[in-house]
Structures are given as C-alpha cells and as structure tokens.
C-alpha cells in the first residue's frame, strides 16, 4: 500500500514526497499557533503559589509533536471554523494531554524519570507539585474552553465541555489508564488491549477530530464521521508508537524503549505480532482516509497524517 | 455575642434553640439531596475499569458535612432557582471538594491514612488509583455543569465552570495547596496565613455562595454581595477548623486532633492565639450576617450557619 493508492491519481512518490513535506509544514504551522494560545492561557508564574504555574508552563514546554491539536485544527477546517476558536480548542485539548503525562509520570503510576529527554516534573520539582501541576493544568483546559473567546455560542461550548470531561473520564481516558495499570497482572485478549487502548488514547484522539465539526456546528452525521477517522487513528498511532518501543533505539526515540515488555504491558503488539500489528496500522490507516474522501481536497492532510506516522522514529 | 444580635429582636436564647434545630434540619435535608444526585451522577463501576470507579464512590459516600451543597442551596434560594438545577452545581462543587481532599490525603502530600475515621482512598485502594479517582472527580464535576440538566441558559452553566475552574485552580484552591505543602519550611505572617486560607478553602466556598447568584442570573452587585459572606465564612469555618484541631480530643472531632502544630503548619491559630482567633471569628460571622440582611428572612439559614460553626467538635 502506498500513499498514492489512497490520496488521488498521481504518482504515488511524487505524491507522498510532496504530501509529506506539506504535512510537515502544517505540523509545524499548527504546533507554534497552538505553543502561543498556551502561552497566553497559563498563569504568569506570581506569589507564594507560582511553583505550581512554573511547574504548569515546564510540563507544557517540554513540547510533544502536539498531534491532538493538530487534529483539532484540521478538522475545524473542514467545517469553515475561524482558526482563533480552533487554536482554543486544541489548547485545552493539549493541556489535558499534558496533565495525563504529569499524572502518568508519577512513582505511584508509570514511574518515568525522563520524557521528551528531559526529567519529567515530579523529578524536576517534587511529586507533590507534579499532582497539583497536573490537577491545574486539567482544571484550566475547562476555563479556557468556557470562556467566549473559544466560541461565540455558549451552547457549543458547554457540548465541547461535556465531550472533553466524557472523553478523559473514568469511562475515557482515565479509566484506560487504571486498566493499564491493572494490565501487567493479567492476560488480556486482543480484543481487551484494543479497549484498553480506544480509551487511554483513543478517546481523547475521537475528542479532538469531533472538536472540529461542534465549533463548525455541524450534522450528527458529521460528527460520527469524524469520530470513526479518530478510532483508526487512535490505533494506527498506538501500534506504531508500540513499534517505536519495540524496535526503534533510544537515541533515534529520545526516550526509553523496550520498556513494555521489561513491564509485561500488554500492547498490541503482545497480541498480534511486529508484522501483523504492522499489516493492521496500514489497513487501519487506508480506511481512516477513505472515511475522509467526501471532504476532497480540504482533508488531505488528515487523509496523510496516519501514513505519515507509519514512518514514525519516535 | 448571641445569635439574636446578629438576627432580629427574639428573645437571644430562644431564637437560638430554634434557629440552631431548623438549621440542622436544613444541612440534614440538603445533604440528603445532594448525596442522590451525586449517587445518580457517578457512573456504576463497571469493565476493568470498574476500581477507579469504585473508588469514586468510595470517596464521595465517606460523608462529611456537605457544606458547600448547602451553601449553594441556600444561596440560590434567595435567587428563586429551581432547587433541581441547585442541587446539580451543589454535587458538582462537592465533586471538586472531594477530589481535592483525596489527593490532599495522598503520601507525597498530607499523607494522611484516615478521614472521617475511615482509611482513605490510597489506604483503602492504593495510591495509583487514587490519583486517578481525585482525576475523574474533577472531571465529572465539570461535565455535571456542562448539561442542560444543570440550567436551561448555556451561558449560565458556561459561567459556573470559568468561575469554578478558577476557584479551584492555581490561583484558587490548588494554589492555596501548593502554598501549605511549602509553609512548613516557612514562617508566614498572618497576611500570608490568611492569604493560604483564602485560596485553599476559601474560594471554594465564596463560588459556592455565587453559584446560587449566577444561577438565578442575578446582577453584579448580588454576586459580589455573596462573595462578601463567603469570604468571611470562609475564615471562621477555618478558624473553627482550626480550634478544634488545637482544642478538641479525637474522639469528639472522629480524626487525628493537634497535627497542624506537629507538622508546624501554619494556621490562624498559630497567628492570633486561641483567644484572639475565636474572637475575630466571632466578628466575622457577625459581619457576614449583616452582609445579608437585604435578603431577610429567606437569608436566615446563611446567617446562622456561621454561628454554628462556632460551636462545632468536629
């Protein structure tokens, strides 16, 4: 499969060259917009407090490939959306993300010293600081999305309010998380890891493609759409980044690898194999675009962005 | 200073019997209600995700006085709010309260084992599922004001959750948090204690009083007059809070008693002396009375609870 065979008629390497270069513009394009909302949201460090804001802004400047708002912002295009509402969105969205990394980080959690290759927060200032740093940062992604600046119609924004808290709640994200915690114990099936996953990461993923189509307002239809993009993904994005610890080194990841099976994860790879967990990323990818093609043109960098991450290194 | 003082021309003694068992009755019946909506709201434990569901409900049905619902309750009483829409932001703001709390007791922060003589949700379950159910409180509680069930106009509930996410942030609660964990290792001066408490209780409980003014969506000069109370009840709960931590045995109080100068903690006790903060006590409930008396009889729970306090075990 190659990205010609999904995207259009042309040449499948001119195209995925030039396809790939353009997303990677975009990448870039979306990551420093998103950077500068965030700036601007978080509390200038001040007071007898500021510990927790510096630790706030440290969790958030360690940056991260900001994919979440990337997905936000591409959706939100589809539907006409005014990028200043988009860009809010993706921040909240980001600082969600960001406080799950803090949270996930701990001791008494996934116990990591390093992210991104750099001492991640409870090591950089104390564990008490890192689970109120990740408490803020979860507390002010709703703050911003509440805030007219993120949208015109309070109603839109009370419905991105419910699906953010729905997405990262106990029947999301944070519950995904308490079953990965729970999952070195156990033998999961194949079917139990691929839940595991459309929680932990999957739900915050469906979150972020449908953000689009509430700020644009649109069908129910639409949203579903989007959402069933989000799924695809999510799992491309899963297994490839089980790939990246299962094969990559740590100077080309930047962070530990092999760190799954030292751990007795369950991943999908545990379920299905190196080759077979690939053959399904490209399977799942290829349909995540189809699902896409009655937005033409407009969605092509969603339509790339899962073959993008098969190459992913890191 | 009597009770009937502050509240009208009966007989002091007399005026306060009643008022203190019609007070009671209305904290029992407000806790009553709120306890049924946050057991509709809580999701049934379920999958493998079930624990940490579990454990959020574990934390809820500790108990405790429910003071904030109440707060609520009664603050939109004076606003003519549907007591169904109410008792929604009042478990909301319990939810909140009760996140804080158990990430409050976790060993990397006060460290405590018991609450309300029960172990808490790291003893009872363990510390990685605590953290995670402190994460869903908060995000429940965000997701219970995003529905309509909470208000019919989207811009009220829009409002309650900027001014809930800002009471409870980095320059609210959380704040006030991050600047106890530090006080031990600092000798603060009454501005500063006051400044701690402000944050970490305070602004809690000045959203709770004008979560009843934004729900009956009353004017600026209503809101700002129930923050007033607020502020003041705020120091005399926690000056009462704080004598019976230096006065009262842990049998009558149903918790470890004396930790706050153990740990060196600084309170307003270690400020103004026994004496000195009953009596500013004292003078706050009074004025926070008087801050009601536009309201009338309708006011009189509000009134009288700060009184209550002051003769509280526990």
Redesign the interface.
């Known amino acids: 499969m190659t990205e010609g065979q999904v995207i259009g008629e042309q040449p499948s390497a001119t195209r995925s060259a030039r396809g790939s270069s353009q997303l990677v513009r975009a990448l870039s394009h979306a990551a420093s917009a998103v950077d500068r909302e965030l700036a601007r949201v978080l509390?200038a460090p001040h007071?007898?407090?500021g510990?927790?804001?510096e630790a706030?802004r440290y969790a958030i400047t360690a940056g991260g490939k900001r994919l979440r708002p990337f997905l936000v912002i591409e959706s939100a295009r589809l539907f006409n959306v005014d990028p200043a509402y988009a860009v809010r969105a993706a921040a909240a969205i980001e600082l969600v993300h960001t406080?799950s990394l803090v949270?996930d980080d701990?001791p008494?959690?996934d116990d990591d010293d390093l992210r991104r290759g750099q001492p991640t927060v409870h090591v950089a200032f104390?564990?008490?600081?890192a689970?109120?740093a990740?408490?803020?940062l979860?507390?002010?992604a709703?703050?911003v999305?509440?805030?007219?600046k993120t949208h015109p119609?309070?109603?839109v924004?009370?419905?991105l309010?419910?699906r953010?808290?729905?997405a990262?709640?106990?029947?999301g994200m944070?519950?995904?998380?308490?079953?990965d915690?729970?999952a070195p114990n156990q033998s999961l099936s194949a079917d139990?890891i691929i839940?595991?996953q459309r929680?932990k990461t999957g739900a915050l993923f469906e979150f972020a493609c449908e953000a689009g189509a509430i700020l644009g307002q649109a069908s129910a239809e639409h949203r579903e759409r989007l959402r069933s993009y989000a799924r695809d993904f999510g799992l491309v994005f899963q297994i490839t980044d089980d790939l990246v610890d299962a094969l990559s080194t740590s100077e080309k990841a930047g962070k530990a690898v092999g760190k799954d099976q030292e751990q007795g994860k369950a991943t999908l790879i545990s379920a299905f194999g190196i080759a077979g967990a690939r053959g399904k990323a490209e399977q799942l990818a290829l349909h995540a675009a189809e699902t896409l093609a009655p937005y033409g043109a407009t969605a092509s960098a969603l339509q790339e962005l899962p073959m993008y991450l098969l190459d992913r290194q890191s």
Chains 1, 2 share one sequence.
């Open positions: 509390p007071g007898l407090h510990r927790v804001q706030m406080y949270h701990l008494c959690m104390d564990e008490a600081t689970v109120l990740g408490d803020a979860l507390t002010i709703f703050e999305l509440a805030s007219e119609s309070a109603e924004r009370c419905q309010i419910a953010l808290a729905e990262s709640g106990s029947n944070i519950g995904g998380q308490m079953i915690m729970e139990s839940l595991l929680m």
